[in-house]
């Protein structure tokens, strides 16, 4: 699943951005039920690992000079919640780039 999304701010002032607030996204889940690993490969580019109930979810977050690349990769066990999910990404990715 991919979800891009504009921007208009410095390729530094969003990785700045995801730097800081990237680990908010497990306070999406009850205290406790998920973890986060992130790793950057470069300066544009982020890989991350969300640990939830058991399900470990990948993806990465590319930074271009215009927009974000939100790419998330759902085990087939949580691919009926595609559709939730990707308006979660697009909805809490907006608000972690403002």
Same mark, same amino acid.
Request: hydrophobic share 45%; charged share 25%; glycine share 6%.
């Given at each position: $699943? @991919?979800v ?5 701010? #410095? @390729? #530094? /002032?969003?990785?700045?951005r995801?730097?800081?607030r990237s680990d908010? =996204? +497990?306070?999406?889940?009850?205290? %406790? $039920?998920?973890? $986060?690993?992130r790793?950057?490969i %470069?300066?544009?580019?982020?890989d991350f690992?969300v #640990?939830? +109930? &058991? @399900?470990r =979810?990948g %993806?990465s977050?590319? =930074?271009g000079e215009e927009?974000?690349?939100?790419t +998330? /990769?759902?085990?087939m $066990?949580?691919?009926?919640?595609? &559709?939730t =999910? /990707? @308006?979660s +990404?697009k909805k809490?990715g907006t608000?972690?780039?403002?």
């Open positions: $699943m @991919q891009t999304l504009p921007h208009n701010h #410095a @390729q #530094a /002032e969003i990785r700045r995801l730097d800081e908010e =996204i +497990v306070e999406y889940f009850p205290p %406790g $039920m998920a973890s $986060m690993e790793n950057w %470069g300066e544009d580019r982020m690992t #640990a939830v +109930v &058991g @399900q =979810i %993806g977050v590319e =930074i927009c974000v690349t939100i +998330v /990769e759902l085990p $066990m949580l691919s009926f919640l595609r &559709g =999910i /990707e @308006q +990404v809490e608000r972690l780039l403002r």
